[in-house]
């Protein structure tokens, strides 16, 4: 049986969430200007699986894995407050009274079962639920204002009482449902991952009927691999693992908000994403392994720059972002958006791009650029992080002739242009 342990596991460091500690390596000496920090793990036997919320600021971490695997707690200022194992999660949230609900899949051991728990601070389970099997193995489990917990299965979502009692399920069936939550309105948003061709975020009525999904249509932008929805109002936000990003759409499925963070991604050696879990502040954080083996658990900065392309939201794969002050763009991508073209010398670290005034040169790591042959000054240096050259946003855009403004506290880049290139995907 699982249970609270204060001596620290064997392959668990402590977690720097105020001010992550930057281990030493190639990404360390320049770190993306969007990753905050990080934790790594030095073991590669276990990994987590699952980072939800836990109190002031901290995390709660399902670890995963075949040594030592539990469920971690972590305090704002990095310090390991609370441990419960060994037992392979799925899942695992912070009650209001202080306990912890855990998903459990069944393995390793006794009792080998999958069930649902809640745990108090001291290790004793207090409250229990079991499926029949494995293949029906809780993935996520919500406590209702009720006293009832709301339980996601693989295929189903169920609401049972205190004593176990089912009092409510889906009429609709999943392939892989990963997180059913209760809506204020009284329905049920629910996430399926899919398997393998894609997800879909459904609402389901009092009934357990589906009133709505995304994507509604092949014009919709699929979803890749989503863990995670939540709904505030008539909006609808939607974590795609898969995208490594977080869209926002309204009821007719249109998406008015995008936030990603696969620049970060591309600035590091990372082979897989395990989950995602945003803060109220934006700050998103992202449990993935390295090619290494070792496992890490990213602080992302979620205030990403949106783009905007004469009223209309684009989604280049690198967004624009905030370095020392200066709102830089790909460079690459910004160009083809406005209807230029570009060339790259190697050799020289050189980019140049082409337009009806001639051409303009950049150099990497250099505060200035060739103006048809002419030198002027750049608010900052060209950078090129994980291959993609990024500049400052005002000289090029000007060159190209398209205006654009910046607004802070959104933030977003307003570009308008009557002569836009191919627009990045939407």
């Avoid at 009482?161 to 939550?181: I, L, M, N």
């Avoid at 309204?250 to 995008?258: E, L, N, S, Y």
């Avoid at 009806?356 to 000054?377: C, D, H, Q």
Wanted: contains cysteine; proline residues 7%; charged residues 15%.
């Amino acid at each position: 049986m699982g249970r609270a342990r204060k001596r620290p596991a064997a392959a668990f460091l402590t977690l720097l969430l105020a001010c992550f500690l930057f281990l030493a390596s190639p990404a360390a000496a320049q770190p993306h200007p969007r990753l905050l920090g990080e934790w790594r793990e030095n073991s590669s036997t276990a990994h987590p699986a699952f980072v939800s919320l836990g109190a002031a600021g901290g995390l709660v971490v399902v670890r995963n894995g075949y040594l030592e695997p539990s469920v971690v707690e972590l305090a704002a200022n990095g310090q390991k407050v609370w441990e419960y194992g060994p037992v392979q999660a799925t899942a695992a949230w912070r009650l209001a009274n202080g306990h912890t609900l855990i998903c459990e899949s069944g393995a390793p051991g006794p009792p080998a079962v999958p069930r649902v728990i809640e745990v108090t601070p001291a290790g004793q389970i207090v409250w229990e639920y079991r499926t029949k099997n494995r293949a029906a193995a809780p993935q996520y489990a919500q406590r209702l204002a009720n006293g009832r917990t709301l339980i996601t299965l693989p295929d189903r979502i169920v609401e049972v009482d205190q004593q176990g009692h089912q009092v409510w399920a889906s009429r609709a069936s999943f392939q892989r449902a990963v997180q059913g939550t209760r809506l204020a309105n009284g329905h049920t948003l629910v996430v399926d991952r899919g398997l393998g061709a894609g997800g879909r975020v459904v609402e389901l009525d009092a009934g357990g009927r589906p009133v709505w999904q995304y994507p509604d249509g092949p014009a919709a932008l699929p979803l890749i691999d989503p863990i995670a929805a939540s709904r505030e109002d008539e909006l609808t936000g939607i974590v795609d693992l898969g995208a490594a990003r977080i869209l926002t759409v309204d009821r007719a499925g249109k998406v008015v908000d995008a936030v990603g963070w696969q620049d970060v991604l591309a600035s590091l050696p990372i082979a897989n994403s395990w989950w995602a879990a945003v803060a109220p502040d934006g700050t998103i954080f992202l449990a993935a392994s390295y090619t290494n083996g070792r496992s890490t658990i990213l602080r992302i900065d979620g205030r990403q720059i949106r783009l905007y392309l004469n009223g209309k939201l684009v989604l280049p794969q690198n967004a624009p972002l905030l370095d020392q002050g200066q709102v830089l763009v790909p460079l690459r991508e910004f160009t083809a958006l406005l209807g230029g073209s570009l060339t790259w010398d190697e050799a020289a670290k050189q980019a140049t791009v082409w337009g009806e005034k001639g051409p303009l040169i950049y150099t990497v790591g250099e505060p200035t650029a060739l103006f048809n042959g002419r030198e002027e000054s750049l608010p900052g240096a060209p950078r090129l992080i994980a291959g993609t050259l990024f500049v400052p946003y005002a000289p090029l855009v000007e060159f190209l002739g398209a205006q654009a403004s910046f607004e802070k506290t959104i933030p977003a880049l307003y570009v308008s242009a009557t002569a836009a290139g191919t627009e990045v995907e939407n």
